[in-house]
Structure formats: structure tokens, C-alpha cells
T-cell receptor, first 117, second 116 residues
Framework: AQKITQTQPGMFVQEKEAVTLDCTYD???????LFWYKQPSSGEMIFLIY??????QNATEGRYSLNFQKARKSANLVISASQLGDSAMYFC??????????????FGQGTELSVKP | GAVVSQHPSRVICKSGTSVKIECRSL??????MFWYRQFPKQSLMLMAT?????????EQGVEKDKFLINHASLTLSTLTVTSAHPEDSSFYIC????????????FGSGTRLTVV
């Protein structure tokens, strides 16, 4: 069964500093996708970044990058140059199977990030 | 981009009544819809997966008779919480996937249910 783990319930970071949010996963399926979402207090789910299991390079989207270490089954999110607006819950999620199979997303426990001015 | 409209955003109901939550894909066909439940400061827990025209698949521990899911068309899925009790108070959110869009999952804006 697929499993995804975030071990940091809460994190603090100084504004303009970089921060790494940890995520480890477990699956026996060779095809899978890893996602990071941001959830502000409003509750909406904001997609940040995606990494496919066969992608050779780490994904990057603006200030977000995903440190994908396949052998260690980790997919950490790095946020560079933190901003006050980055304060939110962050969720790591995994989909087993190929993307066009439309499999379910399973979420980690989440990390609450607080950015200090 | 793809949009999933979820209504209502907030609802307060009396214990024992039923509440229906709708998720509608506005510009694409949602062949599969996922329903999640989230308690404060906790993760999104998958409740069920619905496919258009077929019965929903419920996750272990989710009461299918209490949480009725209907996916009658490619653009509409509904979750009905029957005989609601205070412990059903939670944040419910849907997510649609359109396989031909690649890896995209589009989330509704969520429904905050309070049962009094």
C-alpha cells in the first residue's frame, strides 16, 4: 500500500531565507507521481510542483524546487527566499500508477510553515 | 485552467438532518472525482473515489450509507452526509482528475460543515 510521511508538524523560517520541508514515501509501483500543495487558512489547495518517478531531473517552479532522491524515497520541497505569504500548511502527496490512469492522491500529515519577518 | 466549483462553501445544519455538497467541473469532463475530509490542522483523508456512471469506491472505515456519493454526469459529483451528527463537522473537499490533461488534479474550494 502506498504511504507518504511528513515528519515536521511545524517549521519556522526567517523571511528571505530558504527552507526545506521533508517528505518520504513508500510504494511498490514503479510508476508514481509526487506532488506538493500549499493550503492557506482559507482551505484552498494550491498546486506547487510535481515530480514523476521517471523524471531524470529535479522539478523546479519559480521559488519552489523538489529534491527528488529516488533511492531514499524522499521528495523534499525547497522554498527559496521565503516570503510572509508563504506561511501556510504544506502537503506532500503521491499518486500510484501512470498519470493518465488518474489514480487517487494520498496525502502526508502536513507541515505548518511560519515565516517570520 | 480547469476549475471545479464546490458548493456550498459553508453550511450549518441541525443534528439528524442531511446535507448535500456539490462539485461541478466547469470546463472539462471529470471522469473521476475524489472526496476528502479534513479535520483542523490534519491531513486530507480520502473518503471515496467516484467514477461517472458507476458506484463509488469507499476507503476502509468510511460508512457508505452515511456518506452517499453520486457521480451522475461527467461534470457533477455530489456528497450527501445523511443523518449528520456533530462528529461529522469537518472540512470536505473534492478533487477531479481528467486523465487526458496529464497529471492535473483540480480541487474544489472546500465545504466547511458544522453540525449543531
Amino acid at each position: 500500500a502506498q504511504k507518504i510521511t511528513q515528519t515536521q508538524p511545524g517549521m519556522f523560517v526567517q523571511e528571505k531565507e530558504a527552507v526545506t520541508l521533508d517528505c518520504t514515501y513508500d510504494t511498490s509501483d514503479p510508476s508514481y507521481g509526487l506532488f506538493w500543495y500549499k493550503q492557506p487558512s482559507s482551505g484552498e489547495m494550491i498546486f506547487l510542483i510535481y515530480q514523476g518517478s521517471y523524471d531524470q531531473q529535479n522539478a523546479t517552479e519559480g521559488r519552489y524546487s523538489l529534491n527528488f532522491q529516488k533511492a531514499r524515497k524522499s521528495a523534499n520541497l525547497v522554498i527559496s527566499a521565503s516570503q510572509l505569504g508563504d506561511s501556510a500548511m504544506y502537503f506532500c502527496a503521491m499518486r500510484e500508477g501512470r498519470s493518465n490512469q488518474g489514480g487517487k492522491l494520498i496525502f502526508g500529515q502536513g507541515t505548518e510553515l511560519s515565516v517570520k519577518p | 485552467g480547469a476549475v471545479v466549483s464546490q458548493h456550498p462553501s459553508r453550511v450549518i445544519c441541525k443534528s439528524g438532518t442531511s446535507v448535500k455538497i456539490e462539485c461541478r467541473s466547469l470546463d472539462f469532463q471529470a471522469t473521476t472525482m475524489f472526496w476528502y475530509r479534513q479535520f483542523p490542522k490534519q491531513s486530507l483523508m480520502l473518503m471515496a473515489t467516484s467514477n461517472e456512471g458507476s458506484k463509488a469506491t469507499y476507503e476502509q472505515g468510511v460508512e457508505k450509507d452515511k456518506f452517499l456519493i453520486n457521480h451522475a454526469s461527467l461534470t457533477l459529483s455530489t456528497l450527501t452526509v445523511t443523518s449528520a451528527h456533530p462528529e461529522d463537522s469537518s472540512f470536505y473537499i473534492c478533487s477531479a482528475v481528467e486523465p487526458l490533461r496529464g497529471y492535473g488534479y483540480t480541487f474544489g474550494s472546500g465545504t466547511r460543515l458544522t453540525v449543531v
